[in-house]
């Protein structure tokens, strides 16, 4: 079977993580800075080390065959292509942000402004979309100082914390797109069965990312509390303590409710909670 080529950024934000994601699939790989190309030892597979920007065109020209990167990268250079998968990370908002002391009050007021960006055509897309016209400036980098320089009314970025907003004397004023790492393929090969392989690899670590394995004991008498509190992958396992009329009970939940999960579980009487990370989870 051919070798599938997949696409990640060379180094940046979303490096790490999707070598993280690739390696956590089992794949077996080695992750030279100075390589621009990895041959996986343990799968038909090939990693390509790419500026981000280039990714979403790569994949779509066939160059390779599947891609991680930002949504706002896929959207900026308006390429056709499948998305297989939303990966969870590198998850940021695009907004217009303007000076702390400008009175802009709605989108509208910025027409015949002017905005800098390093993304011009969402930008456009969306100042067409509510029908207004703007001056975009396209600059590279820093696009946060063109107001302070005087270069723009306004400003159209990335923000994820808002803390270069801020040290910048800006405040958000739209937000215009959300966006996290997706994988992408060309249209028409999602049945490839190597894409099918890694893509079922991806999710299996993906849902066990979002939950613990959990381990307490409880007194058979809160028994039944406990288990209307657990809502598992599928029923728990009770197993008896050597200590009698008590039980072991393990299983698996969500990590986005485990506070108040642990907390309801140590008010019904669990004892001894251990929690532990998952590797995978095959459905
Ligand atoms: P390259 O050298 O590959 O062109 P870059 O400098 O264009 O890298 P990075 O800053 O590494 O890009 O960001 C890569 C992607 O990470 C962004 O396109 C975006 O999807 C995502 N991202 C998440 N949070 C942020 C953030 N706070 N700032 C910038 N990008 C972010
Ligand atoms: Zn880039």
Same mark, same amino acid.
């Given at each position: 079977?051919?070798?599938?080529?997949?696409?990640?950024?060379?180094?940046?934000?979303? &490096?790490?993580?999707?070598?993280?994601?690739?390696? &956590?699939?089992? @794949?077996?790989?080695?992750?030279?800075?100075?390589? @621009?190309?990895?041959?996986?030892?343990?799968?038909?597979?090939?990693?390509?080390?790419?500026?981000?920007?280039?990714?979403?065109?790569?994949?779509?020209?066939?160059?390779?065959?599947?891609?991680?990167?930002?949504?706002?990268?896929?959207?900026?250079?308006?390429?056709?292509?499948?998305?297989?998968?939303?990966?969870?990370?590198?998850?940021?908002?695009?907004?217009?942000?303007?000076?702390?002391?400008?009175?802009?009050?709605?989108?509208?007021?910025?027409?015949?402004?002017?905005?800098?960006?390093?993304?011009?055509?969402? @930008?456009?897309?969306?100042?067409?979309?509510?029908?207004?016209?703007?001056?975009?400036?396209?600059?590279?980098?820093?696009?946060?100082?063109?107001?302070?320089?005087?270069?723009?009314?306004?400003?159209?970025?990335?923000?994820?914390?808002?803390?270069?907003?801020?040290?910048?004397?800006?405040?958000?004023?739209?937000?215009?797109?959300?966006?996290?790492?997706?994988?992408?393929?060309?249209?028409?090969?999602?049945?490839?069965?190597?894409?099918?392989?890694?893509?079922?690899?991806?999710?299996?670590?993906?849902?066990?990312?979002?939950?613990?394995?959990?381990?307490?004991?409880?007194?058979?008498?809160?028994?039944? +509390?406990?288990?209307?509190?657990?809502?598992?992958?599928?029923?728990?396992?009770? @197993?008896?303590?050597?200590?009698?009329?008590?039980?072991?009970?393990?299983?698996?939940?969500?990590?986005?409710?485990?506070?108040?999960?642990?907390?309801?579980? +140590?008010?019904?009487?669990?004892?001894?909670?251990?929690?532990?990370?998952?590797?995978?989870?095959?459905?």
């Amino acid at each position: 079977m051919k070798t599938l080529k997949i696409a990640i950024q060379k180094s940046g934000r979303l &490096n790490e993580k999707s070598v993280e994601l690739l390696k &956590n699939c089992g @794949l077996s790989f080695d992750n030279y800075k100075s390589s @621009l190309i990895s041959p996986v030892s343990n799968f038909p597979l090939e990693i390509l080390f790419l500026r981000d920007d280039d990714i979403p065109e790569y994949v779509q020209d066939g160059i390779a065959d599947i891609g991680l990167v930002g949504e706002n990268v896929i959207a900026e250079t308006g390429v056709d292509v499948a998305y297989l998968q939303r990966l969870g990370f590198g998850k940021c908002t695009l907004k217009i942000a303007v000076p702390n002391q400008s009175d802009f009050k709605t989108v509208s007021d910025l027409s015949g402004k002017s905005i800098a960006t390093s993304y011009p055509v969402i @930008l456009q897309n969306f100042l067409d979309k509510e029908g207004i016209s703007a001056d975009i400036k396209t600059i590279s980098g820093s696009v946060e100082i063109a107001p302070g320089l005087g270069l723009a009314d306004a400003i159209f970025d990335i923000v994820s914390t808002g803390g270069t907003l801020r040290s910048n004397g800006l405040k958000p004023f739209a937000d215009v797109m959300a966006s996290e790492a997706i994988l992408i393929g060309r249209k028409g090969e999602e049945t490839n069965p190597l894409i099918l392989e890694l893509l079922q690899r991806i999710q299996s670590v993906m849902r066990a990312k979002e939950t613990k394995y959990v381990v307490l004991n409880v007194e058979k008498i809160n028994l039944d +509390k406990i288990l209307a509190l657990l809502p598992g992958v599928k029923s728990p396992s009770v @197993l008896p303590l050597a200590e009698e009329g008590w039980v072991a009970v393990h299983t698996v939940i969500p990590e986005r409710d485990f506070w108040s999960h642990i907390n309801e579980l +140590k008010t019904a009487g669990a004892q001894g909670i251990v929690v532990m990370p998952i590797e995978k989870i095959i459905l």
